[in-house]
């Protein structure tokens, strides 16, 4: 099969097109003709050496897939040949076929196309296990979202609207009207605003109930500021660095605060599975009502690889970056 390959510690251009071995699905595994996949950070950081896949995981880039069932291992039970199905996998998503765990596929709503299903996987999936496995967010309580144009945050500003709280979001200006059209109720300006200022602003000086972050060091004193009594800070990332300097830990005790570190990638298999099922009971019907929806913010072919990175390194993309890999 064709897949994407590189050489460890590339840049962009290092991704290549080339011929790879097929895998093979086991017990309770499927074999999927991928129809599209979607680019995550963790594809660039992996491409320069800086995240390894989990043990066991295909060394191909590519965490989520949609596409039409090929084979089906020797267990399995959900699944025939010709179904359509998207998900979550370790590894292995640049390629023509990839292998996913019965359990951990998806049915794809019937409102929804296969580039549509491909975006859904890991954004939703981190998005929901932020906002209602750790947060456990209510009705009636408030978010702050930071990069909320990203993939993750395009679905989380869906979730926390379908839950009744109010969103604010962080986005760069031009950026704003995509996260406000999804349900923001006032987007901040990050480039040039001060984003503590502007949400005491908007809360009367109470703060939120919770902030999902990617950026951590230089936020971190801020986020803590920005939240009120029993609040929750979600740290999904550490883009802008993993150290905090001089900060008063007294700020947390005094306002009962948690602190939350999360990652999916590297979680086990069964709380993945336990998490697949619990969002598809949840969102599936969303998805076909319009009640939730996958934003791609834009489609290349999976020959395009490294324009699709360049392109998400730029930061230019409003919600997900898809890549086309098989016309079914």
Not at 90 to 100: Q, S
Not at 154 to 163: H, N, P
Not at 173 to 182: I, N, P, T, V, W
Not at 224 to 248: K, M
């Amino acid at each position: 099969m064709k897949a994407i390959v590189y050489e460890d510690r590339c840049g962009a251009d290092g991704l290549k097109i080339n011929n790879v071995e097929n895998p093979a699905a086991h017990k309770n595994e499927i074999l999927v003709k991928v129809a599209a996949t979607a680019l995550n950070r963790a594809d660039i950081l992996q491409r320069e050496g800086k995240y390894s896949p989990p043990q066991g995981a295909s060394p191909i880039l590519g965490l989520e897939i949609s596409g039409v069932v090929e084979e089906v291992g020797q267990d399995v039970t959900k699944w025939q040949r010709g179904d359509k199905v998207f998900g979550l996998l370790p590894g292995g998503g640049y390629a023509e076929y990839a292998i996913i765990h019965e359990d951990m596929a998806m049915k794809i709503p019937r409102s929804l196309n296969f580039w549509e299903a491909a975006a859904i996987p890991e954004v939703f999936l981190t998005a929901y296990q932020s906002l209602v496995w750790h947060s456990k967010l209510k009705a009636g309580e408030s978010v702050l979202i930071h990069a909320g144009a990203s993939g993750v945050g395009t679905a989380a500003i869906q979730i926390v609207k379908a839950i009744g709280a109010t969103v604010f979001v962080t986005a760069s200006k031009e950026k704003h009207d995509a996260c406000l059209g999804l349900g923001a109720v006032k987007a901040i300006d990050y480039k040039t605003e001060n984003f503590p200022d502007k949400i005491k602003e908007y809360t009367g000086n109470k703060g939120v109930n919770v902030i999902i972050d990617f950026i951590a060091g230089p936020y971190f004193k801020k986020n803590i500021e920005c939240l009120n009594e029993d609040g929750r800070l979600i740290i999904l990332a550490s883009l802008g660095g993993g150290t905090v300097d001089e900060f008063d830990l007294r700020q947390i005790l005094s306002k009962r605060i948690s602190v939350i570190g999360s990652t999916l990638r590297s979680r086990s298999l069964d709380y993945q599975i336990r998490l697949t099922k619990d969002f598809s009971s949840y969102a599936l019907d969303k998805f076909n009502t319009g009640k939730l929806r996958p934003v791609v913010g834009k489609i290349f072919k999976i020959e395009e690889a490294a324009e699709a990175h360049k392109y998400m390194e730029a930061n230019k993309n409003s919600g997900k970056i898809v890549l086309k890999v098989n016309d079914l």
